[in-house]
């Protein structure tokens, strides 16, 4: 089954710990993508990557970093320079283009007290 | 610049209403448009898409109409279930970029 993982499915952190959210994908999609939601808010995007060894900043990558060293996977770490790091966490892939259909997967929500 | 903007919601309807979600664009250049369902708790679905003026996206009995002229890509559905209760994002796609809507949640009866 092709697909996109996203592991663990909720997480719970200690403030000042970092924590890395896992991407997975065998869909053999160039591009990869993080988003952040927050309650009753669209969607905002972190950090993306168009190939291996590569990625962009997005609107809000302060306080985040990101790998890309396979082309599978785009782990994601929250750091504990981010200030509100308490949300819903999305990975999304695209086939090609940045302006084509968006793939997600099922999300990690993320706790941090 | 480039985005999208889409009815607030919330919106509350009895199974059998007809749905229209409203959401209109503002783009340079040719995007392609795209419907998301979020299902809660859950990751993001395409819906549906168009990907030029005047294409009809549809799947699952919803539908929506690229129309240039009025800048608009409205979801619509002739009768809603339950099971359609979720949150819909419009999206727009163009310029090496990609736009999401804030998303209108819907909540359907019996």
């Keep these: 089954d092709g697909g996109i993982t996203q592991s663990p499915k909720y997480l719970f952190r200690k403030e000042g710990q970092n924590v890395t959210l896992s991407c997975e994908q065998n869909l053999n999609h160039d591009a990869m993508y993080w988003y952040r939601q927050d309650p009753g808010q669209g969607l905002r995007l972190i950090y993306y990557s168009q190939i291996v060894n590569d990625f962009q900043k997005g609107d809000i990558a302060e306080g985040y970093s990101v790998s890309r060293e396979k082309k599978e996977s785009f782990p994601l770490t929250v750091t504990s320079a981010q200030k509100n790091p308490t949300a819903f966490y999305l990975c999304a892939t695209t086939e090609g283009g940045l302006t084509d259909e968006q793939y997600f997967g099922p999300g990690t929500r993320l706790t941090v007290t | ?110």
């Excluded at chain 2, 009895?14 to 859950?42: H, K, R």
């Excluded at chain 2, 919803?62 to 240039?68: C, L, M, N, S, V």
């Excluded at chain 2, 949150?87 to 359907?108: E, K, P, R």
């Design chain 2, 1 to 110: 610049g480039d985005s999208v903007t889409q009815m607030e919601g919330p919106v509350t309807l009895s199974e059998e209403a007809f749905l229209t979600i409203n959401c209109t664009y503002t783009a340079t250049g040719y995007p392609s448009l795209f419907w998301y369902v979020q299902y809660p708790g859950e990751g993001l679905q395409l819906l549906l898409k168009a990907t030029k003026a005047d294409d009809k996206g549809s799947n699952k009995g919803f539908e929506a109409t690229y129309r240039k002229e009025t800048t608009s890509f409205h979801l619509e559905k002739g009768s809603v279930q339950v099971s359609d209760s979720a949150v819909y994002f419009c999206a727009l796609g163009v310029a090496n970029q990609f736009y999401f809507g804030t998303g209108t949640s819907l909540t359907v009866i019996p």
